[in-house]
């Protein structure tokens, strides 16, 4: 059975920093381009950023460019999201996703609460 | 930026009926880059349609993706107590964009 787990989420303050990591089960994780993709809870569905099967390719949303990046291990079979000066509007549940041309899988989410 | 538009933003049928979802893009995009997504509350989303009409594993054939150009369409042609729930549309390439959701209720 594939399973993708996020963590790292929680309560951060506007302007800190939180690591998010996915944990893949079940699947190949290098076989996978991986996204993350947020969602306020109640709200609509927004990408965020991409990394490619072996790491080297990144593209992200204007809206957390320059402070976000992702990366993967396929050793480990993880991927990162590295958030740095955080804003309010920053606050969702953040999914993994892990992608092939016609199928994907999608982690259960973590919620990041940005909030003094 | 491609903008995709869906609409109707809620539909209320009763199961049964046929429910038609449309997406409409900003710009001309490629067949081979229009998904549509089933979301619960509560759950993540589920790929449905990929590549404008291809159904994903496990997907009944009372769901059909169509279009092309600017203008997409998710069809469900006999709604069943398990469809009620929100769909989004999602344009891929390289990055992502998703419309804005269609909530199908009873």
């Known amino acids: 059975e594939v399973q993708l787990v996020e963590s790292g989420g929680g309560l951060v303050q506007p302007g800190g920093s939180l690591r998010l990591s996915c944990a893949a089960s079940?699947?190949?994780?290098?076989?996978?381009?991986m996204h993350w993709v947020r969602q306020v809870p109640g709200k609509g569905l927004v990408w965020v950023s991409r990394?490619?099967?072996?790491?080297?390719?990144?593209i992200y949303a204007d809206s957390v460019k320059g402070r976000f990046t992702i990366s993967r291990d396929n050793a480990k079979n993880t991927v990162s999201l590295q958030m740095s000066s955080l804003r309010a509007d920053d606050s969702a549940v953040y999914y993994c996703?892990?992608?092939?041309?016609?199928?994907?899988?999608w982690g259960q989410g973590t919620l990041v609460t940005v909030s003094s | 930026e491609i903008v995709l538009t869906q609409s109707p933003g809620t539909l209320s049928l009763s199961p049964g009926e046929r429910a038609t979802v449309s997406c409409r893009t900003s710009?001309?995009?490629?067949?081979?880059?229009l998904a549509w997504y089933q979301q619960k509350p509560g759950q993540a989303p589920r790929l449905f349609i990929y590549?404008?009409?291809s159904r994903a594993t496990g997907i009944p054939d009372r769901f059909s993706g169509s279009g092309s150009g600017t203008d997409f369409t998710l069809t469900i042609s006999r709604l069943e107590p398990a469809d009620f729930a929100v769909y989004y549309c999602?344009?891929?390439?390289?990055?992502?964009?998703f419309g804005q959701g269609t909530k199908v209720e009873i």
């Open positions: 996703v892990a992608t092939t041309p016609s199928s994907d899988y």
């Open positions: 079940g699947l190949i994780l290098s076989d996978h381009w």
């Open positions: 990394v490619n099967s072996d790491g080297r390719s990144t």
């Open positions: 710009q001309s995009v490629s067949s081979n880059s």
């Open positions: 590549d404008t009409s």
């Open positions: 999602l344009h891929y390439s390289g990055s992502w964009t």
